[in-house]
């Protein structure tokens, strides 16, 4: 299974980005997708997710009504949008995927799968 991450990069605050989230390598489709980040010196936090089917999402508290996920299953490839963004947005996102949505709601330690991470830099 591999997870290419991309769409990071150095934003204005208040600007936007669209995160995207390669999968491939899964034998069925029927996996969770969830974003998680981190912040300079801080741990890594789960920001969304995704079932499979797409039907179900969950955003973090903090972060509902500025960030939002959706995936197409035909590409393979999950999004984050990311909106409004603030300097405490900066961070490096990741995408995860696994066949359980434990790590959505357990953490990080429930991933099964990694991708690389992508950069987002916002500048006031």
């Known amino acids: 299974v591999q997870l290419q991450a991309s769409g990071g990069g150095l934003v204005q605050a208040g600007g936007s980005l669209r995160l995207t989230c390669a999968v491939s390598g899964f034998k069925t489709p029927y996996f969770v997708i969830a974003w998680f980040r981190q912040a300079p010196g801080k741990g890594r936090e789960v920001v969304s997710c995704?079932?499979?089917?797409?039907?179900?999402?969950y955003v973090a508290d903090a972060l509902k009504g500025r960030f939002s996920i959706d995936r197409d299953n035909v590409k393979k490839e999950g999004y984050l949008y990311l909106e409004n963004l603030q300097e405490g947005d900066t961070a490096v996102y990741y995408c995860?995927?696994?066949?359980?949505?434990?790590?959505?709601?357990?953490?990080?330690?429930?991933?099964?799968?990694w991708g690389q991470g992508t950069l987002v830099t916002v500048s006031s």
């Open positions: 995860a995927a696994d066949y359980a949505a434990t790590m959505c709601y357990r953490g990080q330690e429930y991933v099964d799968y």
């Open positions: 995704i079932s499979a089917e797409g039907g179900r999402k």
